[in-house]
């Protein structure tokens, strides 16, 4: 069960209690195959990705904590406040490492370096009137970004751009990718929220949203928008994966549907590429043209399926050991699937088996310890591994190291809980 809440919360998912028979699958445009993965992308791969509150980049990690931007090297792991004034207490407004303070704000800012810079993205909203009446009352929360540029330690902070629309959540799995110096992430430009009261003092409420996946250019801060939509009811979950240099795009929401998009970064197109309008699979990666998932309610068969229109999902693996659901990793054009497991205690342990991209069963890897696997940075893995405590840390290795990781991981901190730095036990 811990293994199940786990993956839940860090999908963000838990809406959906079956398998979607038969998906609705679309393009651009109707009746036109998608076009293959290698056409038109280019060499570049990820160099960071903001997954679990903490901003993973090749050189180091950044991590919010409460009103404080923190960094830490890959090794040692010791997390910090960025500024660097010794006689800062860190406890004022004046303290560089401080976040973007305001009545607007959506309490979701979050940073990361690039070229010698601190970016720091902040969300924030305005709450709009829309019609407020005793029968009903109708609001909006109208989001933008404000994207501030200041040196490494958060001093001379300056604001470069705003634009409509925020970032959904800082603090799930998967939800931005930073690649070839453009960051990639999904979220709402307004959620609207209309309220019936009937006679009874009942209420019946509807929840409109429009949303797009954002490109900000941290090189010039212009911003480019994709997947675009306008008035869908119900909450929306965003969440960003790259995969052979194409960034994946998962939207959601918890009445079981989403709509999965794909987007070239070498030509700029965005095509649907499936579309579930009930009961909604859990996205897990791609290669090539070929997208990977499992179905909650159907939690231990591992499917696949390739994107051109009308293709059949054919099944990968079903998970018959002591491993309660599929639990997997794509990596390297491999695809890793636990495929036995038991945590708690001395006797923890996890089992995957190595496929290649058709379902082949290419090795077996067994851990001494229980571990599922977050995302890969540059030649580094992310992982959980589970505690004798059952607490969730998050772990690092090289990903050469990938069949070692009991002997060459390094710990990053705990996933539930962040200590103030300094303390002997680092982040807990």
């Given at each position: 069960m811990a293994a199940v809440l786990l993956t839940l919360l860090l999908t963000g998912t838990g809406c959906g209690d079956g398998r979607q028979a038969d998906p609705v699958h679309t393009s651009q445009s109707e009746g036109t195959a998608h076009a293959p993965q290698a056409e038109g992308t280019?060499?570049?791969?990820?160099?960071g990705v903001l997954d679990s509150g903490y901003f993973f980049e090749e050189d180091g990690i950044l991590l919010r904590k409460e009103e404080?931007?923190?960094?830490?090297?890959?090794?040692?792991?010791?997390?910090?406040?960025?500024?660097?004034?010794?006689?800062?207490?860190?406890?004022?407004?004046s303290c560089s490492a401080g976040v973007v303070q305001d009545e607007e704000s959506a309490l979701m800012d979050f940073s990361l370096l690039y070229q010698d810079r601190l970016i720091i993205l902040h969300a924030c909203y305005q709450y709009v009137d829309n019609d407020t009446s005793k029968e009903v009352w109708d609001y909006s929360n109208v989001y933008q970004t404000e994207v501030y540029e200041a040196d490494p330690d958060g001093s001379n902070r300056r604001k470069m751009a705003t634009f409509p629309g925020s970032i959904g959540s800082n603090t799930v799995s998967h939800v931005a990718v930073l690649m070839g110096g453009k960051l990639y992430f999904g979220g709402p430009t307004e959620v609207r929220d209309i309220v019936d009261q009937d006679i009874q003092g009942e209420q019946a409420i509807k929840i409109l949203t429009n949303y797009a996946v954002y490109c900000l250019d941290l090189n010039d801060y212009t911003v480019e928008t994709f997947a675009v939509e306008e008035n869908k009811e119900g909450g929306y979950q965003y969440q960003i994966y790259e995969y052979d240099g194409m960034i994946y795009a998962i939207i959601s929401n918890c009445e079981n549907s989403a709509v999965w998009y794909r987007l070239n970064p070498g030509t700029g197109v965005c095509e649907e590429i499936l579309r579930f309008d009930t009961d909604v699979p859990m996205f897990e990666g791609a290669i090539g043209d070929t997208v990977y998932y499992w179905y909650l309610g159907s939690e231990k068969t591992f499917y696949a399926r390739d994107i051109a229109a009308g293709a059949e999902e054919r099944e990968i693996m079903e998970v018959t050991g002591g491993t309660m659901m599929v639990i997997p990793l794509i990596v390297d054009g491999q695809v890793l699937c636990m495929a036995d497991s038991r945590f708690g205690g001395e006797d923890s342990m996890a089992e995957y088996t190595v496929f290649d991209p058709d379902g082949n069963v290419l090795d077996t890897i067994r851990y001494d310890d229980y571990i599922t696997f977050l995302?890969?940075?540059?030649?580094?893995?992310?992982?959980?591994?589970?505690n004798s405590d059952f607490v969730w840390e998050i772990w690092w290795a090289d990903k050469k190291d990938l069949t070692d990781l009991t002997e060459k991981g390094v710990r990053i901190g705990s996933f539930f809980k962040v200590d103030t730095p300094g303390d002997q036990d680092n982040i807990d």
């Open positions: 280019d060499t570049a791969v990820k160099t404080y931007f923190l960094y830490s090297d890959w090794e040692p792991v010791e997390f910090d406040y960025i500024c660097m004034d010794p006689t800062c207490s860190h406890g004022n407004e995302d890969v940075v540059g030649d580094k893995i992310l992982y959980y591994k589970l």
